[in-house]
């Protein structure tokens, strides 16, 4: 949900912006709304990513520890089910909704470009 209502979040105050831009508050108002939205995405993109690669990271780490000549059969066992867990790297995603990354942010952006053109086409 967060995804979608920062979409709309920043398509709508971009529309606004451009539609108030000979009133320099008003559409400064709506560009701050717009820095706000894409600074909220961005974060919940960064904290995604960086989850995936700590994941990823804490499964070589798991890998490299394992060495069944040392060590109890007890941290072993932890080990092998760390292993087990880490052969999917952790995402950050809600079912319906898309996964919090990157690729998903520049999706969301380019979507919102193209609606910015649409309404301001449409607007000419």
């Known amino acids: 949900m967060q995804m979608i209502?920062?979409?709309?979040?920043?398509?709508?105050?971009?529309?606004?912006a451009m539609m108030a831009r000979h009133d320099r508050k008003v559409a400064g108002q709506f560009i701050l709304l717009m820095i706000l939205a894409l600074g909220h995405l961005s974060m919940w993109t960064k904290f995604?990513?960086?989850?995936?690669?700590?994941?990823?990271?804490?499964?070589?780490?798991?890998?490299?520890?394992?060495?069944?000549s040392v060590g109890s059969k007890?941290?072993?066992?932890?080990?092998?089910?760390?292993?087990?867990?880490?052969q999917e790297p952790l995402i950050m995603?809600?079912?319906?909704?898309?996964?919090?990354?990157?690729?998903?942010?520049?999706a969301i952006?380019?979507?919102?470009?193209?609606i910015l053109t649409l309404l301001l086409n449409t607007l000419d």
């Open 5 to 16: 209502v920062n979409f709309l979040l920043v398509s709508l105050s971009v529309f606004e």
């Open 48 to 68: 995604g990513d960086m989850m995936s690669q700590e994941s990823l990271e804490v499964a070589e780490a798991a890998y490299d520890a394992c060495d069944p």
């Open 74 to 86: 007890k941290i072993d066992g932890n080990i092998r089910l760390i292993m087990l867990r880490a």
């Open 93 to 106: 995603r809600a079912t319906p909704f898309p996964t919090f990354n990157m690729i998903n942010y520049k």
């Open 109 to 114: 952006l380019n979507q919102c470009y193209g």
